[in-house]
């Protein structure tokens, strides 16, 4: 049985989890599954083991015990695949792996390389019948890393003439403490959709490392290239000239007359042109999707640390738009994103911190569908819990697009509560803005919160939470004095794994 739940324990643990797409539940929940079956798997092996030890002591005593082990292939690889699993286990213990994520990633990986090939060993020696599972589950495994390699390479690289182009991104740290904008352009056109995460990969911090981060925000942009054809001596020559859709602009006589300075002299071509062909302009789509990263420990701590010290390092007048670090990354993903909010009439999005970056997202495609007339939603509520009035320059800019959205003061309404800071500095320049943003002073009672908007709400509710688990646990206790009341569909992004 141990080696048949390997099966399902390595569909719950592939990203690229076509079940869970066909059934549209989330990886955390498939990440539950995977824990709470590797702890069956690990009991299942353990009393496989157990049984066997006993039964070889009572037909041969310790002493044939021991010589089984020391001379037989078939024994010392199933040791070992045990050994590797009881390891994977305590190392899998919540403490241990919230105190140094990097580290147990590391290990749990190494860990199941032993313990797959334990098991396999161990089933090939004598040919058992089991070994079909084995092999289904490292398949599942090899499948899972060739679409995640493919998602890589379609999001972040493209050949171009003068070779492969990779994603490039853009750190700085933010007003406030304890955080980096990290904006990614990508190669490619990227499907976004709301509620979405990837995971990004940043050789430069730690290139054996993937972490998974919402995206908080997605813009498209096009770029034009217009490729003409120049007649020289030696044959003909393809030019390009790109950005953008200045170049399509008419251009006046007298800025088309080339102006040479006093004492300078214009280059040179060095082959004359005889004749060139009409430009053809080409238009391609690049998707910049940005996150916000949260210092803690590990990964997080040291990309913060470096887009810290470029930002010290850094002359601000040279400084691009606000921009200090660059940095070559790769993003896999999307990810998530199964939950629609179109059909609800009323929506109440909850977000601690960092948790924002989850709830934008749904607040833009709200409001684009209620302009358009494309979802049910009459009421967009977004609740925003942060420990400095600071915090809130972490998304101002998007908040500004989100405020100038057509019909934006008819749907939208937004609570920021700071919860470390003095009436005064509360204001920050966002309280009443638009009539549309109210900024509070300590920490909300989110009973009180949903009993104001269940008694006004329109149609079906729906509740959905980002956040710490103190305010998971709060938004979810409050939601359930409520269902009696007004049909609510309660849903909650996890903060962690």
């Given amino acids: 049985m141990a080696v048949v739940n390997m099966v399902p324990l390595f569909i719950c643990m592939a990203r690229n989890n076509f079940v869970g797409n066909a059934v549209e539940v ?111 589950a490292i398949a599942i495994w090899v499948a899972d890393r060739v679409f995640r390699i493919l998602r890589i390479v379609k999001n972040n690289m493209r050949w171009r003439k003068g070779g492969l182009s990779c994603s490039v991104a853009e750190a700085s740290p933010l007003e406030g403490g304890d955080a980096v904008r990290f904006s990614v352009a990508l190669s490619t056109p990227f499907k976004y959709r709301p509620g979405t995460h990837a995971y990004l990969y940043v050789p430069r911090i730690g290139w054996w490392q993937s972490h998974p981060f919402s995206i908080a925000w997605s813009s498209a942009e096009e770029s034009t290239q217009i490729i003409g054809m120049t007649q020289r001596p030696d044959g003909w020559e393809t030019r390009n000239s ?102 609800f009439g009323t929506v109440v999005l909850i977000a601690g911190g960092v948790g924002i970056t989850h709830c934008l997202g749904y607040v833009r495609h709200l409001l684009h569908g209620y302009s358009e007339g494309t979802v049910a939603t009459q009421r967009v509520k977004l609740v925003w819990v942060i420990r400095k009035s600071e915090h809130i320059n972490w998304v101002s800019d998007w908040l500004e697009e989100i405020l100038r959205m057509p019909l934006c003061c008819q749907v939208l309404e937004i609570d920021i509560y700071t919860t470390r800071c003095s009436a005064t500095a509360s204001g920050s320049g966002w309280a009443g803005r638009s009539g549309l943003v109210k900024v509070h002073v300590g920490r909300p009672e989110f009973e009180t919160v949903l009993e104001e908007v269940v008694r006004r709400r329109v149609g079906a509710m729906a509740v959905t939470v980002c956040g710490s688990g103190a305010v998971s646990d709060s938004v979810r206790a409050a939601t359930l004095k409520f269902v009696d009341r007004a049909t609510i569909d309660f849903s909650e992004e996890s903060f962690t794994w």
Wanted: net charge neutral.
């Fill in 242 to 343: 790109t950005p953008a859709t200045a170049a399509l602009r008419p251009v006046s006589s007298s800025q088309s007359q080339a102006t040479v300075k006093e004492g300078h002299t214009a280059p040179k071509d060095p082959y004359p042109v005889k004749h060139r062909e009409p430009g053809v302009a080409t238009t391609s789509k690049k998707t910049t999707v940005h996150f916000i990263i949260s210092k803690h420990n590990g990964f997080t701590k040291a990309l913060y640390d470096a887009a810290q010290s470029a930002a010290a390092a850094a002359d601000p007048e040279k400084l691009e738009n606000g921009c200090v670090l660059k940095v070559l990354s790769l993003v896999e993903g999307p990810y998530g994103g199964h939950h629609s909010f179109d059909s």
């Fill in 26 to 136: 989330g990886f955390d929940t498939w990440n539950l599954f995977h824990r709470w079956i590797g702890r069956v798997v690990v009991l299942e092996s353990v009393g496989h083991m157990l049984a066997w030890t006993v039964n070889k002591i009572d037909q041969a005593g310790w002493k044939g015990l021991d010589e089984a082990i020391r001379t037989s292939h078939f024994y010392q690889v199933g040791l070992m695949a045990e050994i590797a699993l009881i390891l994977i286990a305590i190392l899998s213990a919540s403490p241990l792996r919230h105190a140094n994520y990097e580290f147990f990633l590391s290990m749990h990986q190494l860990l199941v390389v032993f313990f797959v090939a334990g098991v396999w060993w161990h089933l090939y020696i004598d040919i058992l019948p089991q070994m079909v599972y084995c092999d289904i």
